[in-house]
């Protein structure tokens, strides 16, 4: 049974960037799906943030490509989240996810997040 | 961007009631590739459905989802006490991915 758990800083200052780790456990990451990255805001929906393959290859969400960057580190089967120049806006619950390609079958459980000074 | 439209917000219903939600997209979803999930408090969302129609490992056959294009709808058949919760579609057919905003379904 594929697990996958968030860690990282609970609280962010404003213009920080924002760090968060998931570890994969149950299985490798190192096989054919997109490992994700989906937050929703307190009391509010989903939205997704990006993926990146196995491979490296990384698909973001077009409102936040130019803070964000996905890495995976295969030889710790983890992948990473920075979201840079954060605001109060990007308070949220932040999720890791696997997708398998599109739709997401195993999530973590979720880390709360909150940009503040 | 496919924006995802989901009705009704709130269902009020009865345990063995049939729950019907339904979610509309602003543009063809390509190949039927939308999900459904379901998420109860402070929990992750938890897959129910992909492909429109394919239940997820796991999940009873009171869960069925259909639709195909631009409408698409999840059917409880006879609720039972842990299926109230938010119910959120999501479309993968298309980049970037997007969600439904929900639809809450309480106990009347």
């Known amino acids: 049974q594929v697990q996958l758990q968030e860690s990282g800083p609970g609280l962010v200052k404003p213009s920080q960037t924002l760090f968060l780790t998931c570890t994969v456990s149950g299985g490798s990451i190192n096989i054919v799906y997109y490992w994700s990255w989906i937050r929703q805001h307190p009391g509010k929906g989903l939205e997704w943030i990006g993926y990146i393959y196995y491979s490296g290859a990384t698909y973001y969400n077009p409102s936040l490509k130019s803070r964000v960057t996905i890495s995976v580190d295969t030889s710790e089967n983890q992948f990473s989240l920075e979201l840079n120049s954060v605001t109060a806006a990007d308070t949220a619950v932040y999720y890791c996810?696997?997708?398998?390609?599109?739709?997401?079958?195993?999530w973590g459980q979720g880390t709360l997040v909150t940009v503040s000074s | 961007e496919i924006v995802l439209t989901q009705s009704p917000g709130t269902l009020s219903l009865s345990p063995g009631d049939r729950a019907t939600l339904s979610c509309r997209a602003s543009q063809s979803v390509s190949n039927s590739f939308l999900a459904w999930y379901q998420q109860k408090p402070g929990q992750a969302p938890r897959l129910l459905i992909y492909g429109a129609s394919i239940r997820a490992t796991g999940i009873p056959d009171r869960f069925s989802g259909s639709g195909s294009g631009t409408d698409f709808t999840l059917t409880i058949s006879r609720l039972e006490p842990e299926d109230f919760a938010v119910y959120y579609c999501?479309?993968?057919?298309?980049?970037?991915?997007?969600f439904g905003q929900g639809t809450k379904v309480e106990i009347k």
């Open positions: 996810a696997r997708a398998s390609p599109g739709y997401f079958d195993y």
């Open positions: 999501q479309q993968y057919g298309s980049s970037p991915r997007t």
